[in-house]
């Protein structure tokens, strides 16, 4: 009986899209992501506004800066539905203060995809906050960026994907996530 190299098992099939993926996982920084410019609020904006924004620029978050244009915290679509909705508030009488998620975990621009990977999994965050060296906001990153990142590694993989049956949601079929 042949005995297998360690490798054999986990070797590369030689796919130059697979060859490349390795390298631009730990090689790659967020600002690869081309992250969407933040939208910012003041801490005393009302969560209807935030909304309305939020709605404008089509991003699942605003924000929040003091008045140093510092970040102080992030609003996103889920504590829309948790801290607001989940609680009966009114959003055109509630402050950003009072539901927003305080100084939220954060990246840079400089930092890898695959940290921010790591912190999107982790902790089960699906936007973060990139900030500069003073902390400000410069650019936020979602997993749906992530995402395009990964299927921009593997286009033609990804493009001539078979619809596989059952496997894969159909375009048009809704789901709750």
Aim: one cysteine or more.
């Amino acid at each position: 009986m042949a005995e297998l190299d360690a490798d054999d098992e986990y070797s590369s099939s030689g796919d130059p899209e697979e060859q490349a993926i390795s390298p631009a996982v730990f090689n790659d920084t967020v600002a690869t992501l081309a992250p969407a410019d933040p939208v910012l609020l003041r801490e005393t904006a009302s969560v209807g506004e935030a909304c309305q924004r939020m709605v404008q620029a089509r991003q699942a978050a605003v924000l929040v800066v003091d008045a140093g244009g510092k970040l102080a915290g992030i609003f996103t679509e889920r504590d829309l539905l948790t801290r607001v909705v989940g609680r009966g508030l009114d959003p055109k009488g509630t402050a950003l203060s009072d539901v927003m998620t305080p100084n939220p975990e954060v990246l840079s621009l400089r930092d890898r995809v695959a940290y921010a990977v790591h912190c999107m999994s982790v902790a089960g965050y699906r936007t973060v906050p990139l900030v500069d060296a003073q902390h400000k906001p410069v650019g936020i990153v979602t997993v749906s960026d992530v995402i395009r990142w990964l299927a921009s590694l593997f286009p033609a993989t990804v493009l001539n994907l078979p619809p596989g049956g059952d496997r894969l949601k159909r375009p048009g079929q809704v789901d709750s996530g």
